[in-house]
């Protein structure tokens, strides 16, 4: 059969590079994509050469629906099958929902999950017909349960958590499984390049930071043995499962952050 041929967008930094690290070292053959032709091209050769596996890097933004089928092609052409799927490209947006833009908005929901939608559809059909195949979406936290200044980005990582939800249901006996993968805050550049739109408001992480190698462990071991959704910090299904029991005592807490967030100078 060969090595399995894994697909990661947004692999040139952060999770994505740690994820794809942890494939290599699996020996999975990598298809990298990204924005940045130059970053992936130094992961791609500093993987092949570290660990003897098979690379490609193809530049891809996820917004675009054209270059994402591209991506997918170039997978099938160089490998002739694809056997995981990581939709892993996202960018933070922060700011209350009155101060964002419309257009911030929009690029939140086409970078976040539009994205995921476009690999999906351009991938899905070659899982089907080899009767194999697992997908995994890289959504957030804040995509079971949204906090204030988090609302575009939110809302797009919500988006994310029930598109996965009706696939996962409309994957069934097809061989072909989808795993939603929930990182709490993580140790990269996310926050550093984020945009904010409320005066005064830095976007910082929410409760513990991990590194983005633990969660790199978690979508390699969701590849593995297969659940449908898989978290990264202990107690967070319990806090999603509080949330949902009592959406008063969830929303209060909101508020309660606002207001010491508001009260500290944000």
């Known amino acids: 059969m060969g090595a399995p041929v894994v697909v990661i967008t947004g692999a040139s ?39 003897g596996v098979e690379t490609l890097a193809q530049p891809c933004d996820v917004r675009e629906r054209e270059q994402v089928e591209a991506l997918i092609a170039a997978a099938m052409d160089r490998f002739g099958r694809i056997d995981v799927l990581v939709n892993n490209a996202g960018r933070g947006l922060y700011g209350r929902v009155e101060d964002t833009p419309a257009e911030a908005f929009r690029e939140a929901l086409e970078t976040n999950a539009l994205g995921a939608h476009h690999a999906i559809r351009a991938a899905l059909p070659h899982m089907r017909r080899r009767g194999s195949g697992h997908i995994v979406n890289v959504g957030s936290v804040v995509g079971k349960r949204a906090w204030p200044w ?65 969660v790199a462990r978690v979508i390699v071991r969701s590849v593995r043995h297969p659940v449908p959704e898989a978290t990264t910090q202990p107690g967070l299904r319990l806090a999603f499962a509080l949330g949902e029991a009592f959406p008063g005592l969830a929303a209060k807490a909101s508020e309660q952050y606002y207001r010491w967030r508001m009260g500290r100078g944000r």
Request: a positive charge.
């Open 150 to 214: 988090h609302g575009a980005y939110a809302a797009a990582k919500f988006a994310l958590t029930g598109l996965t939800q009706a696939l996962r249901g409309e994957l069934a006996g097809s061989g072909v499984s989808v795993t939603l993968v929930l990182p709490a805050s993580t140790d990269t550049g996310f926050f550093a390049r984020a945009r904010s739109f409320t005066p005064g408001y830095e976007p910082r992480p929410i409760g513990p930071v991990q590194s983005p190698d633990r």
């Open 13 to 51: 930094a952060g999770i994505g590079r740690a994820t794809a690290a942890r494939f290599a070292r699996e020996g999975a053959a990598l298809v990298l994509a990204a924005r940045s032709r130059e970053r992936l091209e130094r992961l791609a050769a500093r993987l092949a050469e570290r660990y």
